[in-house]
């Protein structure tokens, strides 16, 4: 403790929130952006309609970047693993290390070597062949996303390992079990659904601001990719939708303070259980009070009936001190941060909902038939910037995720508390987190930036050294 309210424990998780919101940023955006230009290409292969082939490569452009700012941000994220979270190594590293040791042989070095051949292959193959690049490219991102929630969903549900007596740490016995989590398919199509809404919406936004410059030769280009844009943030955000319920049902089985405390339930609810729309929480005496709610839709929404009770945080931190007051002392806090689920939560579903009808308005005022889109500039501004709310969503479903899973790193076998490196000091902490902190502030502006370069350029706009189209390991790029 420095005297000024720090301690390593605060400090640590702190970082982890920091490098894992700052890496969530990019990884959806990034497997969302690589799906989405490999349908462009391929509508481009099968109807030859080229306004698809400049769209594949415009927007495989911003792709490109973020897919590397994405690596960048998780080799920080893995090293402050390194350096902040030893004992969590120690204890869970024989389940940990087999989904990461896959994920970077397997799944890395696919996107590795089809992103390098669809970048520097655009007129050496046909455009179907050229396509089979940027899906195999979007598979290997997909599979990464497998094998890293694979881990993290271990942490929320454990399965398929035993407690090696000998060492107190956690040995893997079925690699298997480890793969068919249910916690696993319950978040992994919510987080991929998620990244595609997350490109679309991004692609619409970038479009809307494209329209408003007003250039003749980009309209129709920037007015396609609108719609496209708009017609995936629809899709997917409906999509979204139900993949996230299918999630909360898992939680509710496998976590239900967490789903408590995203209800903001403290008490046992009446049946049927009404839901919260906005409370007053009082997170220090465990009490909320000042409640608007809907008769009823709780209970829908948890158990898909209009009947049905909810267990509250208390009812709930008394099973836990019964089954785990042995292992983890009659002390411990089983509260998880109600504050932060709650409204977490209601941010996520609520941006979902903002997105699905920004997305209907602007099909319906784009449609051939009507199209009076571009005379609505407030509508047009609201799209764009409309970019920035999936990525609060985003981190506010990750919120959920990990703020749910307190007081364990690895849910009922090993705390957080437990998990810090003994080496870690508060100054070497404060110092590193200034230190990525500044470093992620730097990487964001270069995102920003460069899109930004991009879509002022748009999408016609070659560099002179770029005219000439040479292969750059060709004998002529060498040639002066």
């Not at 979270?85 to 994920?103: K, N, Q, T």
């Not at 976590?255 to 009446?270: L, N, R, S």
């Not at 979902?352 to 500039?377: C, H, P, Q, V, Y």
């Amino acid at each position: 403790m420095l005297g000024i309210g720090l301690s390593i424990v605060s400090l640590a998780r702190f970082q982890f929130a920091m490098t894992t919101v700052f890496h969530f940023f990019f990884v959806p955006f990034s497997i969302g952006m690589g799906v989405l230009v490999a349908v462009m290409e391929t509508i481009y292969a099968v109807k030859k309609d080229k306004v698809y082939l400049d769209m594949a490569k415009f927007w495989g452009k911003i792709f490109l970047l973020s897919f590397a700012v994405g690596i960048v941000t998780g080799i920080i994220q893995e090293f402050q693993f390194g350096m902040n979270w030893s004992e969590y190594s120690r204890f869970m590293g024989d389940v940990f290390g087999a989904p990461l040791a896959i994920e970077a042989l397997l799944a890395f070095f696919i996107e590795s070597v089809f992103i390098g051949i669809w970048m520097f292959t655009w007129d050496r193959f046909k455009p179907g062949v050229h396509a089979f690049m940027i899906w195999m490219t979007a598979i290997g991102t997909m599979l990464s996303a497998i094998w890293i929630l694979a881990a993290n969903s271990f942490m929320q549900h454990p399965t398929g390992f035993k407690i090696n007596n000998a060492t107190g740490r956690i040995q893997l016995t079925d690699f298997g079990a480890v793969v068919a989590n249910p916690q696993l398919w319950k978040v992994f199509p919510h987080v991929i659904l998620a990244a595609i809404l997350t490109a679309g919406t991004v692609i619409a936004g970038m479009s809307a601001w494209g329209l408003l410059r007003k250039k003749k030769n980009e309209n129709h280009f920037f007015k396609t990719s609108l719609r496209f844009g708009l017609w995936v943030s629809l899709i997917f955000a409906i999509l979204s939708a139900g993949a996230g319920d299918l999630q909360t049902q898992q939680i509710i089985k496998d976590q239900p303070m967490k789903f408590a405390a995203t209800e903001g339930i403290y008490k046992d609810t009446k049946d049927p259980a009404p839901w919260t729309v906005i409370e007053t929480i009082d997170s220090k005496n465990n009490t909320a009070s000042n409640q608007i709610e809907i008769p009823k839709l709780l209970s829908l929404l948890a158990y898909h009936k209009t009947s049905g009770s909810v267990k509250g945080m208390d009812t709930i931190n008394k099973e836990l001190h019964a089954k785990y007051d042995k292992q983890f002392g009659k002390d411990m806090d089983y509260y998880v941060p109600p504050k932060t689920l709650f409204w977490s939560f209601r941010v996520m579903t609520g941006i979902d909902l903002l997105i699905m009808l920004i997305a209907f308005f602007g099909i319906i005022w784009s449609r051939k038939k009507k199209d009076t889109i571009e005379n609505k500039k407030w509508f047009m501004v609201i799209v764009g910037l409309a970019i920035w709310i999936p990525f609060i969503g985003n981190s506010a479903g990750w919120f959920v995720t990990e703020f749910g899973r307190y007081p364990w790193i690895v849910y009922g076998l090993f705390t957080i508390a437990d998990a810090v490196s003994p080496t870690s000091t508060v100054g070497s902490l404060l110092f590193s987190n200034i230190l990525y902190f500044l470093l992620f502030t730097l990487l964001g502006g270069v995102m920003i930036w460069y899109s930004r370069q991009t879509l002022h350029h748009g999408p016609y706009y070659e560099m002179e050294d770029s005219k000439q189209n040479v292969d750059p390991f060709a004998k002529e790029a060498f040639v002066k």
